[in-house]
């Protein structure tokens, strides 16, 4: 038996140090390079502007480039608005507004101190601007599908961090000041095999210069940037704003296909492998647990209620055989355990698939919002297996309303959901948010979820119905047995809270690193590390669900399908919780757009979440149940 573990536990490191190394940057660039020559016009885009802070957070709300709160320069107007540019589904959803700017610039030809415009900034909008800058905010560019950056300092004095977006301008607590000249640095590579420049990165420095002075090194103000007065905005009469830039072309030896390690830079990579760590003990100790009881109780019990048939005096049943009557009888409301079991399925399926996506390198994030298209695509796919599991167990349970389960697996969870996120959207449009999700995009999801998820949802169902129906190895009786007074423990709340939290020990460090890439704009590209916990976390999930389940059914208490469900779904709970410690420990959210906004989004991710972890709780539990009484002899 040694060797045989030794060998598994050799084989488990090593794949634990493969998929491990492939956290480590490896990934598909997705799209080919863009050569350029001398002189060939490079672009310049700009996105949306968001809230952006290494320590603290002041708000989520994302606003438009040409905002004309910010009255930024505007490139010639086509249609009398600046050019949009093309984007997908996912990277709409997530708030990607993407323009033409009037930047212009051309490889390896350098500009000092290039005039945009002249702009006189009012009151009003002088008020919006330096509420921003207090909050935080920072412009995002976009050079050939780079992120503009700025370089900041890190913890060591000595080490230098590459941040997206650079900030509105600089406030002091005394005094705000707009940065109104950008030193643009860009990177390039001479591709030697076919002798054209490539784009391989770009920083800007912002600068706050009252006088520029056009054509000048830095606009006159290279040495004196420290001392010289900046652009600070009036706020009860107008204030006259030039904006100008400079553009600085520097040769690197980095290649092309890892232009965008800088980005991928893992900060903490030992609080990564800490925590797989964490969770792996657990999961080893758990699993040890469910092993003694499958392999020395479980085989105990089952040789002992065997033997007793050859027996001449029988017995009586004692332990968990004693329910072997009632175990399989349907729970209560089995159209809506059918229908959110449906769901959950769907849901792992979409998550497990795009995890394995992101995990081997697919969606690359110089392919702006990949990762919402794909999540969405598969989800909207896999309401196949919604429909066909949520009928199966319909059926099973003996319910005869095939046509409310049909409508209610189409449309209960996702009506939900949609609901949910409508209602946020409102939000956003009352801020006047880039965020915002568009009619003709809102149109979108409806016509996805319509015409692709539903008809697949149906056809899942019909595919359902139309099986046989799942025989159990046991016979429900006609009456049903009376449950004895159970001990404080094993009560539904207490099993929820215990079951719930040993899951979400196991991921709660990486979700750390999930909410910070999502609430502070970063790039999240460790894949291979989610692809580990993600599977720790469902084996967590179905072992501790599987062991609350055999101290249940020893207490003879057989209501245990809503009790696997949400068992392994309260994780959810501390999920919800964390990010309210989460809100209030690393976030400085002030503003009650912000606040709903923040809430609303948690509570969508955690409801996801909870029928994500039920449903894998559920079929490791109904599998299990399954397996024990079929293995018994039954008069």
């Excluded at 006259?240 to 690197?252: D, E, G, Q």
Aim: aromatic content about 16%; overall charge neutral; some cysteine.
């Amino acid at each position: 038996m040694l060797p045989r573990v030794t060998k598994l536990s050799i084989l488990a490191l090593s794949a634990l140090a493969t998929l491990g190394s492939f956290s480590q940057g490896f990934y598909l660039p997705g799209v080919a390079p863009k050569e350029y020559q001398d002189l060939s016009a490079v672009d310049l885009n700009v996105n949306a502007l968001t809230p952006s802070s290494e320590s603290e957070l002041k708000s989520i709300i994302a606003y438009d480039y040409y905002d004309p709160r910010f009255n930024f320069c505007k490139p010639p107007k086509e249609n009398g608005e600046p050019k949009a540019q093309a984007e997908s589904l996912g990277s709409i959803l997530f708030g990607d507004r993407i323009f033409a700017s009037p930047v212009k610039m051309y490889m390896r030809a350098p500009y000092e101190c290039e005039k945009l415009c002249d702009a006189d900034v009012t009151a009003e909008q002088a008020k919006f601007i330096n509420a921003r800058i207090h909050e935080n905010y920072v412009v995002n560019w976009l050079v050939d599908g780079l992120p503009v950056g700025h370089v900041r300092t890190g913890k060591d004095p000595n080490s230098k961090i590459y941040s997206i977006g650079f900030p509105l301008g600089v406030s002091d607590g005394k005094e705000t000041k707009l940065n109104n000249h950008y030193a643009i640095e860009v990177e390039y590579h001479h591709n030697e095999m076919k002798d054209t420049l490539r784009v391989v990165g770009i920083v800007v420095k912002p600068y706050s210069i009252a006088a520029p002075a056009e054509k000048d090194v830095l606009c006159g103000a290279e040495k004196t940037i420290e001392t010289m007065a900046g652009v600070t905005l009036s706020e009860t009469g107008t204030t006259h704003v030039t904006y100008t830039y400079s553009v600085k072309w520097i040769p690197s030896a980095t290649a092309w296909a890892t232009r965008w390690d800088k980005y991928l830079m893992v900060g903490e990579p030992r609080i990564h492998w800490f925590s797989l760590v964490n969770s792996i003990i657990i999961v080893l100790f758990l699993t040890g647990m469910v092993a003694m009881i499958l392999l020395r109780a479980l085989h105990k019990d089952i040789s002992r209620y065997n033997q007793q048939e050859a027996q001449e005096d029988i017995q009586e049943d004692f332990g968990w055989k004693l329910v072997h009557g009632d175990v399989f009888r349907a729970p209560a409301y089995p159209m809506l355990l059918s229908i959110i079991v449906g769901n959950g399925t769907q849901m792992f399926l979409m998550a497990s698939v795009t995890i394995v996506f992101a995990a081997l390198g697919f969606l690359s994030p110089s392919n702006r919002g990949s990762l919402g298209t794909v999540m969405i695509v598969f989800y909207m796919f896999f309401g196949i297996i919604a429909g066909f599991v949520s009928a199966r167990l319909y059926k099973m349970f003996g319910g005869e309303a095939w046509k409310r389960n049909v409508v209610g697996t189409a449309f209960l969870f996702p009506g939900i959901i949609f609901a949910a996120f409508v209602g946020l959207n409102f939000f956003l449009i009352g801020a006047n948010s880039s965020g915002a999700v568009p009619f003709g995009t809102m149109l979108g999801l409806v016509a996805l979820w319509f015409l692709v998820s539903t008809p697949l949802s149906l056809m899942g169902s019909y595919m359902g119905f139309q099986r046989p129906k799942i025989e159990n190895p046991v016979r429900a009786n006609q009456i049903p047995r009376q449950i004895p007074e159970q001990v404080f423990y094993l009560r539904p709340l207490p099993v929820m809270l215990m079951g719930g939290i040993l899951p979400f020990g196991a991921i709660f460090i990486e979700l750390y690193f999930i909410l910070n890439s999502i609430w502070f704009h970063k790039i999240y590209y460790v894949f291979g590390f989610l692809f580990l916990v993600f599977g720790i976390l469902i084996l967590m999930c179905a072992e501790v669900t599987i062991l609350m389940c055999y101290f249940q059914l020893c207490a003879e208490d057989y209501h245990w399908w809503w009790r696997a469900f949400f068992t392994s779904g309260a994780s959810a709970l501390y999920i919800f919780g964390y990010s309210i410690m989460y809100y209030f420990s690393t976030l400085q959210i002030k503003s009650f757009t912000s606040m709903v906004l923040y809430f609303g989004w948690t509570a969508i991710m955690s409801m996801m979440f909870f029928v994500l972890s039920g449903a894998i709780g559920f079929f490791s539990t109904f599998m299990f149940v399954r397996k024990i009484y079929g293995s018994i002899k039954i008069d």
